[in-house]
T-cell receptor, first 114, second 113 residues
Framework: AQSVTQLDSHVSVSEGTPVLLRCNYSSSYSPSLFWYVQHPNKGLQLLLKYTSAATLVKGINGFEAEFKKSETSFHLTKPSAHMSDAAEYFCVVTLLGGSYIPTFGRGTSLIVHP | ETGVTQSPTHLIKTRGQQVTLRCSSQSGHNTVSWYQQALGQGPQFIFQYYREEENGRGNFPPRFSGLQFPNYSSELNVNALELDDSALYLC????????????FGPGTRLTVL
Protein backbone atom coordinates (compact mmCIF):
# COMPACT_ATOMS: atom_id res chain seq x y z
CA ALA A 1 0.00 0.00 0.00
CA GLN A 2 1.15 3.54 -0.62
CA SER A 3 -0.05 7.03 0.15
CA VAL A 4 1.14 10.60 -0.14
CA THR A 5 0.35 13.63 1.98
CA GLN A 6 0.93 17.17 0.85
CA LEU A 7 1.08 19.04 4.09
CA ASP A 8 -0.11 22.42 2.82
CA SER A 9 -3.11 23.07 0.60
CA HIS A 10 -1.87 26.63 -0.10
CA VAL A 11 1.56 28.25 0.11
CA SER A 12 1.97 31.98 -0.37
CA VAL A 13 5.36 33.60 -1.05
CA SER A 14 6.70 36.86 -2.38
CA GLU A 15 8.54 36.96 -5.67
CA GLY A 16 12.25 36.38 -5.11
CA THR A 17 11.83 34.48 -1.83
CA PRO A 18 12.38 30.72 -1.34
CA VAL A 19 9.69 28.16 -2.01
CA LEU A 20 9.08 25.03 0.10
CA LEU A 21 6.29 22.61 -0.78
CA ARG A 22 6.09 19.69 1.61
CA CYS A 23 5.33 16.07 0.77
CA ASN A 24 5.37 12.99 2.99
CA TYR A 25 4.85 9.52 1.61
CA SER A 26 4.09 6.05 2.82
CA SER A 27 5.12 2.97 0.87
CA SER A 28 5.59 -0.69 1.72
CA TYR A 29 8.45 -0.96 -0.75
CA SER A 30 11.04 1.26 -2.36
CA PRO A 31 9.18 4.16 -3.92
CA SER A 32 9.51 6.21 -7.01
CA LEU A 33 8.55 9.82 -6.34
CA PHE A 34 7.58 12.61 -8.67
CA TRP A 35 6.56 16.25 -8.58
CA TYR A 36 4.21 17.58 -11.26
CA VAL A 37 3.00 21.12 -11.89
CA GLN A 38 -0.39 22.07 -13.30
CA HIS A 39 -0.89 25.59 -14.62
CA PRO A 40 -4.47 26.76 -15.20
CA ASN A 41 -5.93 25.30 -18.39
CA LYS A 42 -2.69 23.44 -19.14
CA GLY A 43 -1.71 19.81 -18.87
CA LEU A 44 0.33 18.37 -16.01
CA GLN A 45 4.06 18.76 -16.50
CA LEU A 46 6.78 16.72 -14.82
CA LEU A 47 9.13 18.83 -12.68
CA LEU A 48 11.40 16.07 -11.42
CA LYS A 49 11.50 12.42 -10.34
CA TYR A 50 13.37 10.23 -7.89
CA THR A 51 14.00 6.58 -8.76
CA SER A 52 16.65 5.40 -6.29
CA ALA A 53 19.65 7.22 -7.73
CA ALA A 54 20.89 10.47 -6.11
CA THR A 55 18.75 11.58 -3.18
CA LEU A 56 18.93 15.23 -4.26
CA VAL A 57 17.05 15.55 -7.51
CA LYS A 58 17.25 18.58 -9.74
CA GLY A 59 14.35 19.41 -12.00
CA ILE A 60 13.26 22.01 -14.47
CA ASN A 61 12.83 25.73 -13.81
CA GLY A 62 15.21 25.73 -10.84
CA PHE A 63 13.22 23.30 -8.69
CA GLU A 64 14.80 20.50 -6.71
CA ALA A 65 13.69 17.92 -4.17
CA GLU A 66 15.47 15.78 -1.62
CA PHE A 67 14.48 12.20 -0.86
CA LYS A 68 14.79 11.56 2.90
CA LYS A 69 14.00 7.95 3.68
CA SER A 70 14.29 8.38 7.46
CA GLU A 71 11.67 11.15 7.35
CA THR A 72 9.64 9.62 4.49
CA SER A 73 9.68 13.02 2.87
CA PHE A 74 10.22 14.43 -0.61
CA HIS A 75 9.91 18.20 -0.22
CA LEU A 76 10.11 20.48 -3.25
CA THR A 77 12.19 23.64 -3.05
CA LYS A 78 13.26 26.58 -5.17
CA PRO A 79 15.67 29.31 -4.02
CA SER A 80 13.79 32.21 -5.57
CA ALA A 81 10.14 32.27 -6.62
CA HIS A 82 9.04 33.77 -9.91
CA MET A 83 5.56 34.98 -10.76
CA SER A 84 5.33 32.26 -13.41
CA ASP A 85 5.70 29.59 -10.68
CA ALA A 86 2.15 30.27 -9.48
CA ALA A 87 0.34 26.97 -10.13
CA GLU A 88 -0.89 23.75 -8.53
CA TYR A 89 1.81 21.25 -7.54
CA PHE A 90 1.30 17.52 -7.06
CA CYS A 91 3.52 15.00 -5.30
CA VAL A 92 3.20 11.45 -6.65
CA VAL A 93 4.37 8.08 -5.32
CA THR A 94 4.51 4.74 -7.06
CA LEU A 95 6.39 1.51 -6.54
CA LEU A 96 9.90 1.31 -7.93
CA GLY A 97 9.93 -1.51 -10.46
CA GLY A 98 6.50 -2.75 -9.48
CA SER A 99 3.07 -2.43 -11.02
CA TYR A 100 2.46 1.11 -12.11
CA ILE A 101 -0.29 2.39 -9.82
CA PRO A 102 0.59 6.00 -9.02
CA THR A 103 -0.93 7.83 -6.09
CA PHE A 104 -1.22 11.61 -6.33
CA GLY A 105 -1.39 13.99 -3.42
CA ARG A 106 -4.27 16.45 -3.14
CA GLY A 107 -2.08 19.25 -4.42
CA THR A 108 -0.56 22.47 -3.10
CA SER A 109 -1.53 25.77 -4.64
CA LEU A 110 1.49 28.08 -4.86
CA ILE A 111 0.62 31.76 -4.79
CA VAL A 112 3.36 34.25 -5.69
CA HIS A 113 2.95 37.89 -4.71
CA PRO A 114 4.80 40.67 -6.54
CA GLU B 1 6.33 16.06 -32.62
CA THR B 2 2.64 15.98 -31.68
CA GLY B 3 1.82 15.84 -28.01
CA VAL B 4 -1.01 14.00 -26.30
CA THR B 5 -4.41 15.04 -27.59
CA GLN B 6 -7.84 14.33 -26.13
CA SER B 7 -11.35 14.66 -27.45
CA PRO B 8 -13.80 16.09 -26.80
CA THR B 9 -12.66 19.00 -24.63
CA HIS B 10 -16.00 19.30 -22.88
CA LEU B 11 -18.96 16.96 -22.58
CA ILE B 12 -22.31 17.08 -20.80
CA LYS B 13 -24.22 13.88 -20.08
CA THR B 14 -27.12 12.87 -17.88
CA ARG B 15 -27.11 10.29 -15.13
CA GLY B 16 -27.34 6.72 -16.41
CA GLN B 17 -25.90 7.49 -19.84
CA GLN B 18 -22.67 6.10 -21.27
CA VAL B 19 -19.69 8.12 -22.46
CA THR B 20 -16.55 7.46 -24.53
CA LEU B 21 -13.49 9.67 -24.24
CA ARG B 22 -10.61 9.49 -26.69
CA CYS B 23 -6.87 9.98 -26.44
CA SER B 24 -4.08 10.03 -29.01
CA SER B 25 -0.72 9.26 -27.50
CA GLN B 26 2.47 11.11 -28.26
CA SER B 27 4.42 9.78 -31.21
CA GLY B 28 6.57 6.79 -30.24
CA HIS B 29 4.71 6.11 -26.99
CA ASN B 30 3.17 2.66 -26.47
CA THR B 31 1.71 3.18 -23.00
CA VAL B 32 -1.38 5.17 -22.08
CA SER B 33 -2.79 5.92 -18.63
CA TRP B 34 -6.12 7.47 -17.66
CA TYR B 35 -6.83 9.60 -14.61
CA GLN B 36 -9.88 11.20 -13.05
CA GLN B 37 -9.40 14.62 -11.43
CA ALA B 38 -12.34 15.90 -9.44
CA LEU B 39 -12.52 19.63 -8.77
CA GLY B 40 -9.94 20.67 -6.19
CA GLN B 41 -8.41 17.20 -5.95
CA GLY B 42 -5.35 15.46 -7.28
CA PRO B 43 -5.67 13.07 -10.22
CA GLN B 44 -6.72 9.50 -9.39
CA PHE B 45 -5.28 6.69 -11.47
CA ILE B 46 -7.94 4.70 -13.33
CA PHE B 47 -5.86 2.28 -15.41
CA GLN B 48 -2.95 1.93 -17.77
CA TYR B 49 -2.71 0.19 -21.13
CA TYR B 50 0.50 -1.17 -22.60
CA ARG B 51 0.49 -2.64 -26.09
CA GLU B 52 -3.30 -3.06 -26.01
CA GLU B 53 -3.41 -4.87 -22.65
CA GLU B 54 -4.45 -3.46 -19.30
CA ASN B 55 -1.26 -3.11 -17.25
CA GLY B 56 -2.53 -1.77 -13.94
CA ARG B 57 -5.78 -0.56 -12.45
CA GLY B 58 -6.71 1.80 -9.67
CA ASN B 59 -9.71 1.59 -7.37
CA PHE B 60 -12.45 2.18 -9.93
CA PRO B 61 -15.53 0.02 -10.56
CA PRO B 62 -15.88 -2.17 -13.67
CA ARG B 63 -18.18 0.36 -15.35
CA PHE B 64 -14.94 2.21 -16.12
CA SER B 65 -13.35 0.34 -19.01
CA GLY B 66 -10.84 1.06 -21.69
CA LEU B 67 -9.27 0.06 -24.94
CA GLN B 68 -5.96 0.64 -26.61
CA PHE B 69 -5.66 0.33 -30.36
CA PRO B 70 -2.75 -0.91 -32.50
CA ASN B 71 -1.71 2.70 -33.14
CA TYR B 72 -1.59 3.12 -29.31
CA SER B 73 -4.48 5.57 -29.17
CA SER B 74 -6.95 4.80 -26.42
CA GLU B 75 -10.55 5.12 -25.29
CA LEU B 76 -12.05 5.41 -21.84
CA ASN B 77 -15.64 4.21 -21.55
CA VAL B 78 -17.85 4.91 -18.57
CA ASN B 79 -21.23 3.20 -18.28
CA ALA B 80 -24.18 4.11 -16.09
CA LEU B 81 -22.88 7.59 -15.37
CA GLU B 82 -23.28 8.94 -11.86
CA LEU B 83 -23.20 12.55 -10.67
CA ASP B 84 -19.84 11.90 -8.96
CA ASP B 85 -18.30 11.01 -12.31
CA SER B 86 -18.24 14.72 -13.11
CA ALA B 87 -14.53 15.51 -13.36
CA LEU B 88 -11.60 16.30 -15.62
CA TYR B 89 -10.39 13.11 -17.29
CA LEU B 90 -6.71 13.13 -18.11
CA CYS B 91 -4.85 10.90 -20.49
CA UNK B 92 -1.09 10.46 -20.32
CA UNK B 93 1.31 8.59 -22.55
CA UNK B 94 4.83 7.31 -22.02
CA UNK B 95 7.41 5.35 -23.99
CA UNK B 96 7.35 2.46 -21.53
CA UNK B 97 5.64 1.24 -18.40
CA UNK B 98 6.68 1.59 -14.76
CA UNK B 99 8.28 4.69 -13.30
CA UNK B 100 9.09 6.55 -16.46
CA UNK B 101 7.76 10.04 -16.96
CA UNK B 102 4.33 10.53 -18.45
CA UNK B 103 3.23 13.25 -20.84
CA PHE B 104 -0.26 14.52 -20.09
CA GLY B 105 -2.97 15.76 -22.40
CA PRO B 106 -5.14 18.78 -21.61
CA GLY B 107 -8.06 16.66 -20.44
CA THR B 108 -11.77 16.23 -21.13
CA ARG B 109 -14.16 18.01 -18.80
CA LEU B 110 -17.17 15.73 -18.17
CA THR B 111 -20.27 17.09 -16.49
CA VAL B 112 -22.99 14.68 -15.43
CA LEU B 113 -26.40 16.20 -14.73
Amino acid sequence: AQSVTQLDSHVSVSEGTPVLLRCNYSSSYSPSLFWYVQHPNKGLQLLLKYTSAATLVKGINGFEAEFKKSETSFHLTKPSAHMSDAAEYFCVVTLLGGSYIPTFGRGTSLIVHP
Amino acid sequence: ETGVTQSPTHLIKTRGQQVTLRCSSQSGHNTVSWYQQALGQGPQFIFQYYREEENGRGNFPPRFSGLQFPNYSSELNVNALELDDSALYLCASSPQTSETREFFGPGTRLTVL
